[in-house]
Nanobody, 114 residues
Framework: QVQLVESGGGWVQPGGSLRLSCAASESVFAISNNWYRQAPGSARELVAQ???????KYADSVKGRFTISRDNAKNTVYLQMNSLKPDDTAVYYC?????????WGQGTQVTVSS
């Protein structure tokens, strides 16, 4: 069973930056690698996606501030988050969609406050 482990979350002041990492325990062909987030009392939402072909997609709320990337040699997906806002506060989850399964990490907390 493929395991995904997120890291890089924490507390940051508004305007700051964080880089999240999602390391897979083994190589898996992914239709897409995704970052979701869930704030208290809200539904989980898709933040960023990168497809097997390298196409990227972002939620409108993070366009121009967040960048998703992937290092296939390290089985790791990243989410670079710049110009963070209090509304970005949430638990961030990485997700890998393969042809036969859907894998999730345990989540990492991101808190943006002064």
């Amino acid at each position: 069973q493929v395991q995904l482990v997120e890291s890089g979350g924490g507390w940051v002041q508004p305007g700051g930056s964080l880089r999240l990492s999602c390391a897979a325990s083994e190589s898996v062909f992914a239709i897409s690698n995704n970052w979701y987030r869930q704030a208290p009392g809200s539904a989980r939402e898709l933040v960023a996606q990168i497809t097997s072909g390298g196409y990227t997609k972002y939620a409108d709320s993070v366009k121009g501030r967040f960048t998703i990337s992937r290092d296939n040699a390290k089985n790791t997906v990243y989410l670079q988050m710049n110009s963070l806002k209090p509304d970005d506060t949430a638990v961030y989850y990485c997700n890998t969609k393969s042809p036969i399964n859907d894998y999730w990490g345990q989540g990492t907390q991101v808190t943006v406050s002064s």
